[in-house]
């Protein structure tokens, strides 16, 4: 078996194992209606598209047919007009000058894309005899545009996927960093990073983290409210992003001619490396679903009810698994 189904298989057993979860989560209303929403989080160059790919095609084809939809964070960034807009209004915030960060999202566009596509299944739920066919139209991001500033594609161009759906894929290199809600911790935290090397947070005043950390409650809120399983891809060492991000570019030289040269990767991966300093790992060692308001749904604990939802899968520098765990 290659490494790479090794990688797929652990994902795949650990979807399985949580379809019915909607099911406990949704209520009464929802309770047949609602696909299983699982969150995919990894670094620039781990692989990600390519596990979610492979993903799809193991869960929808056989013995599993099941009605799978696969949608990235990268296709919900903010329109140009209104990043420019935001760079604007914070002229010294180099952390969301360009598209990449917390904060440079269209998040409501997520959450509405979210709840299309639960209120679709719920509508084909309906035993009316001529139920009419239902689509979800899927929101689409062209990084060429503007220069390669990037530019959300006319909604009239975005392609339409039709319900009912079993599971939605849902990933990006963010997902699952939480906001840190005491500001006197996260202060503590800038100030001890930027002493030390390679210093990629002391290029940055606390203000323009501070922002990025504001935007974080939003993601939580609006997103991760319909995440009901969470998968990690954790790369060996941050060194290793730069690495892998290289190797894609190279890629891209051999396959189009063209690409970032070795200084533009470096000088483009450097903008990410704040966050990863500050959120990587505490999404490393604590569940995504600690502290949500699974306790609050159907009287049920957090023990009882968000245990075993969150997987990590720690790979080596060469994408191979190393070690899968459960992540409480």
Not at 44 to 49: A, E, L, N, P, R
Not at 62 to 79: E, G, I, M, T
Not at 92 to 116: C, M, W
């Amino acid at each position: 078996m290659s490494s790479r189904l090794d990688k797929v298989q652990p994902i795949v057993s650990h979807i399985l194992r949580h379809i019915p979860l909607p099911r406990r989560l949704s209520g009464a209303e929802h309770a047949a209606s609602k696909p299983l929403f699982v969150g995919i989080s990894g670094p620039q160059g781990i692989g990600k598209t390519t596990i979610t790919n492979k993903l799809v095609a193991t869960l929808s084809g056989a013995p599993h047919n099941l009605r799978v939809l696969a949608f990235s964070s990268d296709d919900l960034y903010l329109p140009y007009t209104e990043q420019e807009a935001l760079s604007q209004r914070y002229p010294d915030n180099k952390l969301i000058e360009y598209r990449g960060l917390p904060g440079t999202h269209d998040v409501q566009l997520g959450a509405s894309t979210f709840h299309a596509i639960c209120a679709a299944n719920q509508q084909m739920a309906s035993d009316h005899p001529q139920r009419e066919r239902v689509t979800v139209p899927i929101p689409t991001y062209n990084k060429a545009l503007h220069s390669g500033r990037g530019d959300q594609v006319p909604q009239d161009q975005w392609p339409h996927v039709e319900a009912p759906f079993d599971v939605v894929l849902f990933e990006g290199w963010s997902l699952g960093f939480k906001s840190i809600r005491e500001p006197q911790i996260l202060l503590e935290m800038y100030r001890q990073r930027s002493t030390f090397p390679p210093y990629y947070l002391a290029k940055h005043p606390f203000s323009s983290l501070d922002t990025v950390n504001q935007a974080l409650e939003a993601y939580e809120k609006e997103w991760y409210s319909y995440l009901d399983v969470f998968v990690h891809l954790s790369a060996p060492n941050l060194a290793t992003v730069f690495k892998w991000r290289a190797e894609q570019e190279r890629d891209l030289w051999t396959k189009k001619g063209s690409g970032m040269t070795e200084d533009q990767v470096r000088e483009f991966v450097s903008r990410f490396m704040p966050a990863y300093e500050v959120y990587l790992e505490r999404l490393k060692q604590e569940s995504v679903f600690r502290e949500s308001n699974c306790e609050h749904v159907l009287g049920l604990s957090t023990e009882s009810l968000c245990a075993g939802r969150h997987l990590r899968l720690d790979l080596n520098e060469d994408r191979e698994l190393m070690q899968a765990t459960l992540v409480e």
